[in-house]
């Protein structure tokens, strides 16, 4: 099994593609450093953020079933799923019930985190995602390589080719504009012929008992305005308790996630239309659990804004794939291997912990600080390969005994310099691979000391 | 005068001597009783960073045991200070002396500009230089106000080393971007590493760099491997070695 670091050397092999993936991210960063900074209270903003949701989590039942009273007060069918497969189920027993076999989908990570589409597709229901991004994705059956930007690995001329040969575009056709008009013309016949919408949700308002969902596409409100039929899916953790709450979020969810000051359409979504069905799915899978565990609980209160992937200077240099899961970059890394931490192991590794993550998410969830805390969950449940617990328990040994660490160090720096080079940068030298080793120096600072001393 | 326990991490000590003297010589013109501990190794951070929590707390109680009784303890290093300020906790808690040492444990700029309260630095260094922001000692120990952050600025390296003569620091286009060190990852993430430092390197040379200046010999340790396997013409420096000739006061 390849984890992150062999993907991550496959994808950084093309070098040119992958300094234009990392400059394409950064620019979304610098976008975001400009709409951060015209906010004054920018770092008050996130404080609060981050105090919202650690309160809602710690009385997240509570929330629940009050957001479960009012929302079905409102007319509004809400569903229990504990996992992916209940979620699956409840989702296509509605569409059956109604006899719905074309559903328009606007985005929602949680759908893809439960697999739904080709859940819903074995059973012979027509399955578009009308996002943008995710429409393209789809149609190159691939996953997101990205939460918010689904599709940020192509550049224009690769969508050209599949919209050419998906749509019937021109051959060889970039522009940006003919091509989203070619979408735009496309998805519009699906929204037209569609007997059910769904989306996913950014947050429930437990006062209120309705759903907030943030698009720029507008597909969301396109694809639940149509039919009659609405689905919301969500994961549990998507509670705020005041609608007042929500000036706190929404103007930290775009400006962090894609340096816009607001997303182009915020959709309040507070019961059926008249005449219609509104359902919303609230999914367990595996956020108890994670509920449960002090270190990484706060990883809860993710909004799900992506501005993590977009300053981590690993994920702009290994793509969204090289982590393979749903959720790649920071926050991924760390909820992959709740899911499997066996499949997942290599996450918690890829990153250098350089902390830009943690002072860049906007409910300050202390991410770099969680990536180090799995590296110990994985040591201790002993998923870590042996090798390397053994490698470091061998150099603790020698670390911790001044007089093997002076000889060992002694003895390296003596040895090194008269070995031919072959052997110094034979293949066991994964750091000699495209760097030197330093030079080593005839003394350590203890027998440079000495002689200071003297 | 304060009693100084001077902390050298066990690459400076082995790779490095000539920092770590550096920073003694520094430490004492200002006066400072320093001393080194000899039976000091590692502060552990390596293990401690791959999970393996068991082979590094000794390495903590060790490190307790030999700094605990200083008033100060000064090492030329962000990330090491760091893994004391901020990762021994979980094993030290309550310890006698923990509390004092966790909090008089520093980084040599911070202690410079904090609490030996350097204003004054006198010498020349007529080169360009590129400062490299260590992502510890940045985001853990805010030796400057991170680019994520929206607070005021500030930089105490750029404060030490900006006032010497003729020295021109020059502005990069990611100011603190990570080099692509980051302990075990430089190996086992050997390709993103490498090509992270590359582009730090590019960032610097853009800018006009002739020297890459930085607090921890690790990252830079990192960015001159790859800047003599390609032969280029940078050279990197730690902060001590350019303010070797100062004078602080």
């Keep these: ?454 | 005068m304060p009693n100084v326990g001077l902390f050298i991490p066990c690459y400076v000590d082995q790779l490095y001597p000539q920092v770590g003297l550096v920073t003694l010589r520094i430490l004492r013109r200002l006066g400072l009783n320093v001393e080194f501990p000899q039976e000091q190794t590692c502060c552990g951070q390596p293990m401690a960073n791959s999970g393996c929590d068991a082979a590094a707390r000794p390495l903590a109680e060790r490190f307790l045991e030999l700094f605990g009784k200083y008033e100060h303890v000064v090492a030329p290093s962000g990330s090491c200070v760091s893994m004391v300020r901020n990762h021994y906790d979980h094993w030290l808690h309550g310890k006698p002396n923990f509390e004092h040492l966790r909090g008089h444990t520093f980084e040599l700029c911070e202690y410079l500009t904090d609490v030996v309260k350097v204003t004054k630095v006198e010498g020349k260094f007529p080169c360009k230089v590129g400062l490299q922001m260590s992502c510890h000692g940045l985001r853990e120990l805010r030796l400057a106000r991170s680019s994520e952050q929206m607070t005021a600025p500030f930089n105490k390296v750029r404060q030490l080393l900006s006032q010497l003569r003729g020295i021109e620091i020059v502005d990069l286009s990611r100011p603190d971007e990570c080099c692509g060190f980051g302990g075990a990852f430089a190996v086992d993430e050997e390709a993103v590493s490498c090509l992270m430092g590359r582009d730090r390197i590019d960032d610097h040379a853009r800018a006009g760099a002739e020297v890459i200046a930085g607090y921890d010999m690790s990252c830079l340790m990192h960015l001159d491997g790859l800047i003599r396997r390609a032969k280029r013409p940078e050279r990197v420096m730690h902060v001590a070695e350019i303010l070797e000739k100062a004078q602080l006061s």
């Design chain 1, 1 to 454: 099994m390849t984890g992150h670091a062999e993907k991550a050397a496959a994808f950084a092999a093309d070098e040119s593609r992958t300094h234009w993936h990392d400059e394409s991210l950064w620019f979304v960063r610098v976008k975001r450093d400009r709409q951060a900074a015209s906010i004054p209270e920018w770092e008050a903003l996130r404080e609060a953020a981050s105090a919202i949701k650690t309160h809602t989590l710690s009385r997240l039942a509570d929330y629940l079933e009050e957001f479960e009273r009012n929302a079905t007060a409102n007319g509004i069918h809400v569903h229990w799923a504990r996992d992916a497969a209940e979620h699956n189920a409840i989702v296509h027993q509605i569409l059956a019930s109604h006899n719905a076999t074309r559903l328009v989908k606007s985005k929602s990570m949680l759908t893809e985190e439960c697999h739904l589409n080709p859940y819903l597709e074995a059973r012979g229901v027509e399955v578009t995602d009308t996002d943008l991004g995710e429409r393209i994705v789809q149609l190159r059956k691939e996953p997101p390589s990205h939460i918010v930007l689904p599709a940020i690995h192509l550049k224009k001329e690769d969508i050209g080719e599949l919209f050419h040969i998906e749509l019937g575009t021109e051959k060889g056709a970039s522009d940006p504009k003919y091509l989203t008009e070619a979408a735009r013309g496309h998805l519009r016949s699906k929204f037209m012929e569609a007997q059910a919408g769904l989306t996913g949700v950014n947050f429930a308002v437990a006062e209120t008992g309705g759903v907030v969902v943030c698009t720029n596409e507008g597909n969301a409100d396109m694809g639940t305005s149509l039919p009659p039929l609405h689905i919301a899916c969500m994961g549990m953790e998507k509670l705020i308790p005041r609608a007042e709450d929500l000036a706190v979020f929404l103007r930290l969810l775009a400006r962090s996630g894609t340096g816009q000051p607001v997303t182009t359409y915020t959709s309040h979504f507070n019961g059926p239309l008249p005449g219609g069905e509104m359902h919303v799915v609230i999914v367990d899978y595996g956020r108890s659990r994670i509920l449960g565990q002090q270190t990484f609980r706060s990883s809860l209160g993710c909004i799900r804004c992506g501005a993590c992937m977009n300053t981590c200077p690993v994920y702009r240099r290994s793509g969204g794939y090289s982590y393979g899961y749903i959720v790649p970059g920071p926050i991924g890394s760390i909820l992959a291997p709740q899911r499997d931490p066996r499949m997942h192991a290599s996450l918690p590794f890829a990153s250098s912990l350089c902390g830009s993550c943690t002072d860049v998410c906007p409910v300050k969830i202390d991410l770099h600080q969680q990536l180090l805390a799995f590296r110990k969950e994985l040591v201790d449940s002993k998923v870590v390969p042996l090798q390397k617990r053994l490698a470091m328990a061998v150099m603790g040994f020698v670390l911790s005994r001044p007089l093997l660490y002076r000889m060992s160090g002694s003895l390296l720096r003596a040895l090194v310099p008269g070995l031919p080079r072959g052997l110094v940068y034979g293949t066991w030298n994964r750091w000699g691979i495209q760097r030197e080793l330093p030079t080593m120096p005839k003394e350590s600072f203890r027998d440079l000391l000495r002689k200071e001393s003297s």
